[in-house]
């Protein structure tokens, strides 16, 4: 049975920074696509930053320069650093993986098999 466990969420104040973790109880890990999705109130997924089997990251514009994923393959966790945090930026993050997955399907939430409960993240003005 695959089991992901978000975690590393809490409340900061604009400008401060959180690194979110997934563990993930899947065989073969590193063949899966990672990715987080966070999800703000009243509104559907939003991707935000995958990386793939090859190490190559993909991230959603608005996070350039201040959100960064990363994998520990031995470990079966995934990462998100992020960093000069935004009141917009707050919603509950969840990890997702999926196995082959398409580059256009990267963005999309259906793509995924398997999720982690989310983590919430809280930003103060």
């Known amino acids: 049975q695959v089991r992901m466990v978000d975690s590393g969420g809490g409340l900061v104040q604009t400008g401060g920074a959180l690194r979110l973790s997934c563990a993930a109880s899947?065989?073969?890990?590193?063949?899966?696509?990672m990715c987080w999705f966070p999800q703000a109130p009243g509104l559907g997924r939003e991707f935000v930053e995958a990386?793939?089997?090859?190490?190559?990251?993909y991230y959603r514009d608005s996070v350039k320069g201040g959100f960064t994923i990363s994998r520990d393959n031995a470990k079966n966790e995934v990462y998100l650093q992020m960093n000069n945090l935004k009141p917009d930026d707050t919603a509950v993050y969840s990890c997702?993986?999926?196995?082959?997955?398409?580059?256009?399907?990267?963005?999309?939430?259906?793509?995924?098999?398997?999720w982690g409960q989310g983590t919430q993240v809280t930003v103060s003005s």
């Open positions: 997702a993986a999926g196995l082959r997955i398409i580059l256009s399907a990267l963005w999309t939430a259906s793509a995924y098999d398997h």
């Open positions: 899947i065989d073969s890990c590193r063949a899966y696509t």
């Open positions: 990386i793939r089997t090859d190490r190559n990251t």
